[in-house]
């Protein structure tokens, strides 16, 4: 998902939803990847050793 569907889905601000993902990214629980049809756009998902 995109940061903007997982607000849409949480019902909170994207800025919020960004933050959150930073900070579970930096502790290895997300990871952000390149969405490979659009380049800007980043893909969240649940890291694989999780």
């Known amino acids: 998902m995109t940061v903007n569907?997982?607000?849409?889905?949480?019902?909170?601000?994207?800025t919020a939803v960004s933050l959150l993902v930073?900070?579970?990214s930096r502790k290895g629980?997300?990871?952000?990847?390149g969405?490979?049809?659009d380049r800007r756009?980043?893909?969240?998902?649940i890291a694989a050793d999780q």
Request: aromatic fraction near 0%; glycine fraction near 8%.
């Open 5 to 14: 569907e997982l607000a849409d889905r949480l019902q909170i601000a994207p």
């Open 22 to 24: 930073g900070d579970l």
């Open 29 to 33: 629980i997300l990871e952000r990847r």
């Open 35 to 37: 969405d490979e049809a």
């Open 41 to 45: 756009r980043r893909i969240i998902g």
